[in-house]
């Protein structure tokens, strides 16, 4: 019974193409996010999402763009991707937005754009 | 942001005590310390949160002294599972700053 899920957990594609990455959470909680983990193994976090209300938008390229249709959603479509794309990206999501409540983290979905 | 240093890496024998120490000196009062495990190919998993003084679950312990400019994740008895890195992150209970995760410690556990 997965708490958070993500799909798909491999996407591999090339440079221009647009892709989406689909994340759900059946926990119940309030906000939802997106991290990305590089090669180097740095997580950062991307957006933030609050009852389908974006909060934090950490200068991402506008060529991603988070939908939360509800807040159990929160999808993430990436236009003309480039290679500096290819990374781990996160879904995660918790209680509230209170730093207190923790981050409950799908497996992820590793993109390779070639 | 109150910044985190950790040892990049431990290494321990099964079924030592594995203590990881986290140094935030320019912590605030209003942060929580809050550590995290992740294991390859998954996402991060809570492990405890603190505020002060001494923290623990079934998992692990958390120790904080008093001027909380540090932190120390216990790990009872860690075995070869436990192999994963560790992060300590630093925050404040304000959703609009983002939780920044630092890089880490890599903790291999030898059979």
């Known amino acids: 019974d997965t708490a958070v899920s993500q799909t798909p957990k491999y996407l591999v594609t090339q440079m221009g193409n647009d892709k989406s990455i689909k994340c759900e959470q059946n926990?119940?909680?309030?906000?939802m996010y997106w991290y990305k983990q590089d090669s180097k193994k740095f997580l950062k976090i991307m957006f933030s999402y609050n009852n389908k209300e974006l909060i934090i938008n950490e200068t991402v390229p506008n060529r991603f763009s988070p939908k939360s249709p509800d807040k159990a959603h929160l999808n993430l479509h990436i236009n003309s991707l480039e290679l500096g794309d290819s990374a781990v990206y996160f879904c995660?999501?918790?209680?509230?937005?209170?730093?207190?409540?923790?981050?409950?983290f799908g497996n992820g979905t590793r993109l390779t754009v070639t | 942001l109150a910044k985190t240093t950790q040892p990049i890496s431990m290494d321990s024998y099964e079924g030592q005590e594995v203590n990881i120490t986290c140094s935030h000196n320019n912590i605030a009062t209003n942060d929580y310390i809050t550590w995290y495990q992740q294991f390859p190919s998954q996402g991060p998993r809570f492990i405890i949160q603190?505020?002060?003084t001494k923290v623990t679950n079934e998992v692990a312990s958390l120790f904080i002294p008093a001027d909380r400019k540090s932190s120390t994740l216990s790990l009872p008895r860690v075995s070869l599972s436990d192999t994963a890195v560790y992060y300590c992150?630093?925050?404040?209970?304000?959703?609009?700053?983002?939780?920044?995760f630092g890089k880490g410690t890599r903790l291999s556990v030898i059979a």
């Open positions: 995660a999501s918790s209680q509230d937005r209170g730093y207190n409540s923790p981050l409950h």
């Open positions: 926990l119940g909680h309030d906000t």
């Open positions: 603190g505020y002060k």
């Open positions: 992150l630093v925050a404040r209970n304000s959703g609009n700053t983002p939780l920044v």
